[in-house]
């Protein structure tokens, strides 16, 4: 095969234009949600979790993304509940204990004097 500069400027330009189009039915999702909390990657909530997120992406054909981060991933609680509070989190799983330190009244459920029984 006898290479020349027409030949080489031909193949570079169809494989330029080939790359893009190998892409054109992969999308990127819609709706792209980060769900985080302090429990290990062994813990029913986090497996339930993840089949809970893959049967949201099957059903809605790839529209929604849930991502999971267990395992204080984003941080501690209170960076955690920060990051929700700035649009960084969607879903954050927390006690009332880290709860309270915003909403007061969201403490009562650590008294176990508060209730007769």
Excluded at 53 to 82: C, H
């Amino acid at each position: 095969m006898n290479l020349t500069r027409r030949t080489l400027l031909a193949g570079a330009g169809a494989t330029a234009l080939a790359l893009p189009m190998s892409n054109a039915f992969a999308q990127k999702a819609e709706f792209s949600y980060k769900y985080a909390n302090n429990l290990p990657v062994t813990h029913p909530m986090n497996i339930r979790a993840k089949d809970m997120a893959d049967a949201i992406r099957a059903e809605t054909k790839g529209r929604v993304d849930i991502q999971i981060f267990p395992n204080n991933q984003l941080g501690s609680d209170t960076d955690m509940l920060s990051q929700v509070r700035s649009g960084g989190v969607s879903f954050f799983t927390l006690s009332g204990r880290t709860l309270w330190t915003l909403v007061p009244s969201a403490a009562i459920t650590g008294s176990g004097s508060a209730f007769p029984d």
